[in-house]
């Protein structure tokens, strides 16, 4: 049976067409069912954009929003970025079958997360997206955009007479037109009203398509869109230009728009009506050929399928990657965590809202006189030197209390609340100062250890469902679609500076296995602390006690090092030798013409000494070969004195060494007491590994 090709249009047979419909179907009932989850979304948005909505109670003069939900948003958002983007920029490990590390491999992927704006552009709101929506989800595709540059070149004048090029005349800027194309992975933050997986009790999207379901997401074209994908192919003619006469469905256009919702918030005003086409992209095995096949599905409606073709990537994947927050056993998507605090948020704008009405009654005084005995009550206006003609004991001046008072204090207990359920302490608020009641230092210390480990637990979701999944299609998408060299910032070897590499297309020819390291580098404050106390251990353990294996410290200072300066600094603080020995033949035919040759650290020092021992034995007219092999045995000498040092073990009294004073084997030493740089965590605040450690007392 011939191959087809995964751009062949399968839309004209009759056979697909019916399952088309079928599915879409299914699909839109689908929307339906998830209508009332869709309207809590909107609330959602509503409370951290700071929108009051028809859910208030109260109903009076002040419109006041306390900003609860969106400031502990903010908060975890920024705390979880953080931890995922170190400050070393090292956010990839690729691992091979054969255990080696392809640095190419690691800097390309690195190249595509700094030039797609992962930090800023797609993890920010996609972390917002889902602590108000209950649901990661991202759509990875391939991006292909032209542009024509003009440029300028010097170009030599030829003069008749003169040879050519001239030198007596001065060359002429032409300009130059090319067509450059860039190209490269693309990531999409996708809404949750706009995700559809079916089944809804599907634990993953493969385990969905399995099961015979589907994967959609909606889709808005303008009329532009619309003529891009007919001139692209992805949608045939005949159903784009009926799609542009109708121009969408009203039903389906009605429904919640979350993009419509989020630019109104913004002070940007989208128009209604018809100006864009609804349309369903859906991804569904569909049984091309007499096999199952994954196939791409543009759906407009009832009979009116635009497009349906096979799965466009090589991989043979879904392009969408999605997880829930809080994963709900047996169902898709899970929980939103602001659904457990909205009704608090309501509750507290009622509140300050009926405080802020009482407000303007508590300024100003209540004012009682008796009318009988008083009849210039008219002539009682308040205001500077004013002369009341009544007598003070038929007039008196009473208070109205002071309810704001108490609202913004009922206020602030729900904002405790608030932050207490969506796990933000008082650290992670700027200006914060953690409430009226001081707290001791055991308690600031368990706050920060568990802010540590809950940040920890909450960032593995995206790092191993959405993150890691979509480095591997960033290396998919790569393998396909890119067929030039490409010119990409490295790191290369650990230690060296960065350099400028060249990346040849990728062939896929081993398996490669791809993870977000950005956590692993951020999850521990105390990591180094803790490695500097196992590197003291480690040297003061006699090498005898550790037949078979050498003591090699270089791979764990590299990464300390690097953590602490940064990828730029650290290579020039902790640089790498690399051990290049040259053949002492070469080295006798270099001192035989007088040359200065050094040695290295690197040099088999007994086969050198032979090789040139028998240059001094022929004759050294220049003295040449004498000094170098002076400065071998020199070498030579120093190398058995240091091996000889290492085998004795470290020195009575050195850092971590046993015998140390005051100092347990393989301590951390104890320096003298003194104040640290501003903003430094004190040791009785630092988390330990392996779980909640009480400070000492001091």
Request: hydrophobic share 35%.
């Amino acid at each position: 049976m011939a191959e087809m090709k995964r751009d062949a249009e399968l839309g004209n047979r009759q056979a697909i067409k019916d399952q088309v419909n079928k599915i879409g179907r299914d699909v839109d009932k689908g929307f339906e069912k998830q209508q009332e989850r869709s309207e809590n979304n909107n609330d959602y948005w509503d409370a951290y954009n700071c929108v009051l909505s028809d859910r208030q109670f109260y109903n009076g003069t002040s419109q006041l929003f306390l900003p609860f939900i969106h400031d502990a948003i903010e908060a975890r958002k920024t705390r979880y970025v953080n931890q995922l983007f170190p400050s070393n920029q090292r956010y990839v490990e690729v691992i091979t079958e054969n255990g080696d590390h392809p640095h190419a491999q690691m800097s390309l992927l690195e190249h595509y997360v700094r030039r797609e704006g992962l930090r800023s552009r797609v993890v920010r709101p996609l972390l917002i997206n889902g602590d108000l929506e209950g649901q990661y989800s991202v759509y990875v595709s391939w991006r292909e955009r032209k542009r024509n540059v003009t440029s300028k070149a010097l170009m030599p004048v030829e003069v008749e007479g003169l040879p050519s090029p001239s030198e007596f005349q001065d060359p002429v800027e032409e300009m130059h037109d090319e067509e450059i194309l860039e190209s490269g992975p693309t990531v999409e933050v996708i809404a949750d009203n706009d995700l559809l997986v079916l089944p809804a009790t599907a634990d993953t999207i493969d385990d969905a398509l399995d099961k015979g379901g589907s994967v959609t997401v909606v889709r808005r074209w303008s009329k532009g869109m619309i003529k891009a994908k007919k001139a692209a192919g992805e949608i045939t003619n005949e159903m784009a230009e009926s799609l542009e006469k109708e121009m969408g469905s009203k039903e389906r256009e009605e429904r919640n728009n979350t993009s419509k919702q989020l630019a109104s918030a913004a002070g940007i005003k989208i128009d209604g009506g018809n100006s864009t086409a609804t349309i369903y992209e859906i991804w569904a095995k569909l049984k091309v050929n007499g096999e199952r096949r994954l196939c791409r599905i543009y759906w407009a409606g009832e009979g009116r399928v635009l497009s349906v073709k096979l799965c466009p990537y090589w991989c043979d994947k879904v392009p969408v990657i999605s997880a829930a927050v809080e994963k709900v056993a047996g169902v898709f998507k899970g929980r939103p965590p602001v659904s457990d605090v909205l009704d608090l948020q309501i509750l507290a704008n009622d509140t300050i809202n009926e405080g802020a009405d009482t407000a303007h009654f508590s300024a100003m005084p209540i004012i009682m006189t008796d009318p009988a005995r008083n009849p210039r009550v008219e002539s009682m206006v308040l205001g500077p030197a004013a002369i009341w003609k009544t007598s003070p004991q038929d007039t008196s001046f009473a208070q109205f209390p002071e309810l704001w008072r108490s609202a913004f204090e009922r206020a602030s207990e729900l904002r405790q609340q608030i932050f207490q359920t969506l796990s933000v302490n008082p650290s992670m608020i700027p200006g914060s100062v953690g409430g009226k009641q001081k707290r001791n230092q055991a308690e600031i210390a368990n706050e920060q250890q568990v802010d540590i480990l809950q940040t920890a637990d909450a960032v593995l979701i995206i790092e191993e469902d959405i993150l890691s999944p979509m480095l591997q299609r960033f290396a998919e998408y790569d393998h396909q679609f890119r067929d030039d060299k490409m010119i990409v910032r490295s790191f290369g070897e650990i230690g060296r500076q960065v350099v400028m590499e060249e990346i040849e297309p990728q062939q896929m020819n081993r398996r490669y296995e791809y993870r977000w390291f950005g956590v692993e580098a951020s999850r521990n404050a105390a990591q180094n602390q803790q490695q500097i106390a196992a590197m003291n251990v480690l040297r003061g353990i006699p090498p005898q006690f550790y037949q078979g294996y050498r003591l090699d410290l270089a791979p764990a200072i590299v990464p300390m090092v690097e953590n602490v300066f940064g990828p730029r600094v650290g290579p020039l603080v902790f640089k790498e030798i690399a051990e290049i020995s040259v053949d002492p033949m070469t080295e006798n035919s270099m001192l035989e013409h007088g040359f200065e040759v050094q040695t290295h650290p690197g040099d088999d020092d007994m086969q050198h000494m032979q090789a040139h021992m028998m240059l001094v034995q022929q004759g050294d007219p220049h003295g040449t070969a004498r000094k170098h092999l002076m400065l071998h045995q020199q070498q030579a000498q120093a190398k058995a004195q240091a091996q000889q040092a290492q085998m004795q073990g470290p020195p009575q009294g050195a850092p971590g060494a046993p015998g140390m004073q005051g100092t347990a084997p393989g301590a951390v030493p104890q320096g003298p007491q003194h104040q640290g740089p501003p903003g430094m965590i004190a040791p009785d605040q630092m988390a330990r590994a392996g779980g909640i450690v009480m400070p000492r007392k001091m």
